[in-house]
Nanobody
Framework: QLQLVESGGGLVQPGGSLRLSCYVS????????IGWFRQAPGKEREGVSC????????KYADSVKGRFTISKDNAKNTVYLQMNSLKPEDTAVYYC?????????????????WGQGTQVTVSS
């Protein structure tokens, strides 16, 4: 049974850090790229970061470069998003999603399978 489950969201002050996890089952991280997306209230869902399947190459949106780091542990079937120097504008529901092999252009419609999301709130 194919499933993606996000965890690690919460409330954090500006400048703080969080680490999100995406546990995947029913598919192999050697065959699927995993992307992180976010959706803020009233806004469209946008790509944040992605890690490809075999080579593990990474992509980041300009808005998070230098602050967020994506990684994966194939043995644990888990992809992580380390988020540092968080800003109020990072507040959103964060989703992980799977796409065969490569990250593509991190477009929402490129990704086949989605998790339910985890809320991240950055506020003082």
């Amino acid at each position: 049974q194919l499933q993606l489950v996000e965890s690690g969201g919460g409330l954090v002050q500006p400048g703080g850090s969080l680490r999100l996890s995406c546990y995947v089952s029913g598919l192999s991280l050697d065959s699927y790229a995993i992307g992180w997306f976010r959706q803020a209230p009233g806004k469209e869902r946008e790509g944040v970061s992605c890690i490809s399947s075999i080579a593990g190459s990474t992509k980041y949106a300009d808005s998070v470069k230098g602050r967020f780091t994506i990684s994966k542990d194939n043995a644990k079937n888990t992809v992580y998003l380390q988020m540092n120097s968080l800003k109020p504008e990072d507040t959103a529901v964060y989703y992980c999603a799977a796409e065969q092999l490569s990250c593509g252009n991190m477009g929402v419609y490129e990704y086949d399978y989605w998790g339910q999301g985890t809320q991240v709130t950055v506020s003082s």
